[in-house]
């Protein structure tokens, strides 16, 4: 059985600038979460896709985006980047598309860091 | 107010000592997460509860509905303890969960 993996672990742009991050989930698993930790804060929860759809989304503007491919693995987009973008971004997995419900498995997180 | 508030925000023990972190929510919901992390940013999944209590070797969550509160106890702790205790609830449509603020343990030899 196969982790959740996300890629690539650290990472540096400045402002204005596009990033896209990825999320390999748990075998089997048909659902990803993202989420954002500022420093020394909880997680928040950007969005959710199931099967391949947005399935919830949290309080952020339109420029993060996303997509889930057949394999439900995850790419998450964030363009016009802004300082306040640094952040770690968790992916989590999970079975079923109530995912708050389900046990979520999360990858190691991407450090973004945004100059 | 926060949805999902943990107490406290720091603790430091000593080896060998109990720990008890407190989670309380102010949404309905009908499980409660239990989230580690390390530093360096990985999450592992400790508990998924929705009543009673559930152990795993020197952890034991329990939650009450009712009241919504939920506690994480640690027992005989030790330094690899050492971490970020974060509590997780499911709200809305139970797609997204909302999480405390996290309660940094330290466990001292």
């Known amino acids: 059985e196969t982790g959740v993996t996300q890629s690539p672990t650290h990472l540096i742009k400045t402002r204005g600038q596009q990033v896209t991050l990825r999320c390999s989930s748990q075998?089997?698993?048909?659902?990803v979460s993202w989420y954002q930790q500022a420093l020394g804060q909880g997680p928040q929860f950007i969005f959710q896709?199931?099967?391949?759809?947005?399935?919830g989304r949290g309080n952020f503007p339109p420029r993060f985006s996303g997509l889930q491919f057949p394999n439900y693995s995850s790419e998450l987009n964030v363009n016009a980047l802004e300082l306040d973008d640094s952040a770690l971004y968790l992916c989590?997995?999970?079975?079923?598309?109530?995912?708050?419900?389900?046990?979520?498995?999360f990858g190691p997180g991407t450090r973004l860091t945004v100059l | 107010k926060n949805e999902v508030e943990q107490s406290p925000q720091n603790l430091t023990a000593q080896e060998g000592e109990f720990i008890t972190i407190n989670c309380s929510y102010s949404?309905?919901?009908?499980?409660l997460h239990w989230l580690q992390q390390h530093p360096g940013g990985g999450i592992v999944s400790l508990f998924m509860?929705?009543?009673g209590k559930k152990k795993h070797g020197r952890l034991i969550a329990t939650i009450n509905i009712q009241e919504k509160h939920s506690s994480l106890h640690i027992t005989a702790s030790h330094p690899r303890d050492s971490a970020v205790y974060i509590c997780?609830?499911?709200?809305?449509?139970?797609?997204?969960?909302?999480f405390g603020e996290g309660t940094q343990l330290t466990v001292n030899p």
């Open positions: 989590a997995s999970s079975l079923g598309g109530t995912g708050g419900y389900n046990e979520q498995f």
């Open positions: 509860l929705s009543s």
């Open positions: 997780a609830v499911p709200v809305t449509s139970g797609s997204r969960l909302t």
């Open positions: 896709y199931y099967r391949e759809e947005e399935n």
């Open positions: 949404v309905g919901i009908s499980a």
């Open positions: 075998s089997g698993h048909n659902t």
